[in-house]
């Protein structure tokens, strides 16, 4: 009996697809190989954070140290149980404290196309870069100054315990929920960190967005702004996503004195006279408050005397640039791990970068540290004080300070120096 000839054709099929499933998972290993490991081999959920360390500091024995320390201590809105703490300054109760400005959604991505972020750092050196669009490098190669790290961690516990103190005697620790709208998260380096615009917030946005992943070099060609790119990678969290980051992250804000933020504002968003949504604001302030023979006539912009005047009635809604720093960021409900100044901002913003495990990304030391400094044209802001304080009357002074005496009590600044600059006694309220 003859074969049949479909049995020879099934047997040579059988043959070939084996030959091919063979062939299939050795290119697949041969790729694997090629390939190396995933690139989310190191990824770390949020749901489990560890901190992300550069191997020159992963044995660090105080980094976890303080950390643990700082993130495990009494959170001030949980402290019905403390001890009493001497009250510092009176204020009113705190649903009569002024409110951060909330705007809508159009204004806010208007804003945001619109900023441009900037520093001002005490001069120590006859450079003074200016930046456009896009910001450029300074990295000279300076070693950071020396410093021992058990004095700064002391120092920023004094820090703390201050903004615990002034939580805890103006009432402020008893407000539940932050502001998470100004804060940025990065779950990937375990990091957060409060935006405070006009205090070192141009090198920190610079900063995030390297973090993010962008190259220097997209940074310097893009026509976006920072703000715009960072948030494009670290959306805005909520109360809840804030919360949940904040016991095993990083956090960080940074602070300077509030009248010297406030003169950086006017001159960089007011006097500068530059940006769509501040034209439109310094009509309005012109409009409102220059009288008929004021000395000020002729100056195309608001003057410093006639800005002020524009905080003060609007205190309850202040801009973004110059609302305060207890509102803006919340410390009485953020147990930050550091508070950093820009006064002393290359030794504090060191610490962060190194605590991190950023020294790889963000490079320090003999590298240089690449400081983005977007500063408001002309002298630094610290050394035109007294020249536009002097336009403020004894009344108007002590209005402002009226707005900023929680800031500068919280952080540790002195007040008295502006009233002595238009001769006029201390206000005496420390």
Not at 38 to 47: H, I, L, M, T
Not at 138 to 153: H, N, T
Not at 184 to 191: G, I, N, P, R, T
Not at 365 to 378: C, P, Q, W, Y
Request: charged share 25%; glycine share 4%.
């Amino acid at each position: 009996m003859a074969s049949s000839p479909v049995a020879p054709l099934k047997r040579l099929l059988c043959r070939s697809r084996s030959r091919l499933v063979v062939a299939a998972l050795a290119a697949l290993a041969l790729y694997c190989l090629q390939q190396g490991p995933s690139n989310n081999a190191e990824y770390r959920p949020p749901s489990q954070p560890t901190y992300h360390q550069h191997p020159q500091v992963a044995s660090s024995q105080h980094r976890r140290a303080v950390l643990q320390r700082n993130n495990a201590s009494l959170h001030p809105s949980n402290s019905g149980n403390s001890a009493d703490f001497k009250t510092i300054i009176s204020t009113p109760p705190s649903s009569s404290l002024p409110q951060a400005q909330t705007t809508s959604a159009s204004a806010v991505e208007e804003r945001e196309v619109h900023v441009v972020l900037e520093v001002d750092i005490p001069k120590k050196s006859s450079k003074e870069p200016h930046f456009d669009h896009a910001p450029s490098i300074e990295d000279d190669g300076a070693p950071i100054e020396d410093y021992d790290v058990e004095e700064l961690e002391e120092e920023l516990s004094r820090r703390r315990k201050r903004v615990h103190e002034v939580c805890e005697a103006t009432g402020l620790g008893r407000e539940s929920e932050p502001n998470a709208w100004e804060f940025f998260v990065d779950h990937k380096h375990h990091l957060v960190w409060c935006n405070i615009f006009k205090a070192a917030s141009s090198t920190w946005m610079y900063n995030f967005n390297l973090l993010a992943g962008y190259k220097e070099d997209y940074l310097k060609r893009s026509r976006k702004t920072p703000l715009v790119l960072a948030r494009a990678r670290f959306p805005r969290p909520s109360v809840a996503q804030l919360r949940e980051a904040l016991p095993s992250y990083l956090s960080f804000m940074i602070v300077r004195d509030p009248f010297e933020r406030l003169l950086s504002a006017y001159r960089n968003k007011i006097e500068a006279f530059r940006h769509k949504f501040y034209r439109k604001l310094c009509k309005e302030i012109i409009n409102k408050y220059r009288k008929p023979g004021s000395p000020y006539q002729g100056l195309k912009g608001p003057s410093f005397s006639e800005f002020v005047m524009h905080v003060v009635d609007t205190s309850d809604k202040p801009d973004e640039h110059w609302a305060p720093y207890y509102r803006f960021c919340t410390p009485c409900q953020v147990n930050f791990t550091v508070i950093a100044q820009v006064e002393s901002l290359s030794r504090d913003q060191e610490y962060v970068i190194r605590h991190a495990g950023l020294a790889e990304e963000l490079p320090l030391g003999r590298r240089g540290h690449r400081e983005v400094l977007n500063k408001a044209r002309g002298a630094p802001t610290n050394e035109l004080l007294e020249r536009y304080f002097r336009q403020l009357s004894k009344d108007q002074l002590m209005a402002l300070y009226r707005i900023y005496r929680i800031d500068f009590d919280m952080f540790g600044y002195d007040a008295d120096r502006y009233f002595r600059m238009i001769n006029e006694p201390e206000p005496g309220i420390k």
